[in-house]
């Protein structure tokens, strides 16, 4: 049997869909809309392997609707014009039952591309389903974002890894002729990285190597028949996700040697320039910040450069912008300061923005005291004057404490010269 294992066990059923519960679990968003079938157009977005074709089969017939297939890889214009207007001639307008179109890596669809497919959803022509690893705000046109639902994916836990080897397992018609023994699982969860579908392909590797039908796997086994098998840089897999993370961390850790490195792994892979620009601006926020303001900006300008001029040149303003974010001081005050804050509106929920901080639009609101006592800062010397910013419940809260760097040492110095107590840090 040439077919792949992921493929012979495809869950055909939300009862056989494992993980993702936030969506397709007994409460999740939308499996009342499956039961129902009425279906919204839609955009999943996750990680590679996490189920996103699988649900978008589920979803089909669940709701006993006609399913068109494109892969943004190999469909141009003609192609999807092509199926929308066999969609239209296998379903009514704006009933229940409405085609679905489902477009896998509909990120790699050109704008012209996308474009085509809004009259469709627009008009009730299609229900479209698109599948995306990258995130929707940068590489699906708004036009076409407004007009879906985004869900998103999560990385399968290790419980769910677990389970998906034991239905393989299990119910899979050439691994039942064998006798499978799953002693030790690390490493094909660790080699996996979270993807389903890889879990599933060094799993079936591992097997098919075994000369015997009686099979314990262990960990070393793994490692051994994988490492024989080694597969070059994948832009959508394990590697996609570990090289990134290397070259971050380079980054993070202030060594351009090693940042460049990885970043020569990616460019010589063929990784998207923007992909890579995209998470530079990431770190320079989260990883600099307020330590180099001005790294925030080279990021978004090498962005905007790399998505203009793209390879081969692209190569030397990234090599730039990995050095100079790598050879930069290192705060990350900004994004514990919103963790800390998103912790506290998790805690307590939504408290009571204080009277004086609210807006007066009506004379009702001016009668009830809104904003009455709001001092307005320019007002005042040196454009300053006390009052609280903060609920009554969570006053004197320290959400923001700058970093020992030479830039934010002023800010320390500014906020405790204005504030005297309230920011003696």
Known sequence: MNEPLAERIRPKSLDEYISQQHLVGPTGTLTNQIKKGLIPSLILWGPPGTGKTTLANIIANESKRPFYTLSAINSGVKEVREVIDKAKQSGGLFTAKNPILFIDEIHRFSK??????????????VTLI????ENPSFEVIPALISRCQVYVLEAFDKDALIQMLQRAIDTDEVLLKKNITLKETDSLLRLSGGDGRKLLNIFELVINSEVSDTIEVTNDMVLSKVQQNTVRYDKTGEQHYDIISAFIKSIRGSDPNGAVYWLARMIEGGEDVKFIARRMIISASEDIGNANPTALIMANNTFQAVTTIGYPESRIILSQCAVYLATSPKSNTSYK??????QLVKQLGDLSVPLHLRNAPTKLMKQLGYGEEY?????YPNNFVEQDFLPKEISGSTLYEPGTNQREKSIREFLKNRWKDKYNY
Do not use: F, M, P, R
């Open 130 to 133: 698109g599948a995306t690893t």
């Open 375 to 379: 001092k307005y800062a320019h007002d």
């Open 112 to 125: 012209s591309q996308q474009d085509s497919l809004l009259a469709a959803v627009e008009k009730g022509w």
């Open 337 to 342: 300061a919103i963790a800390n804050a998103q």
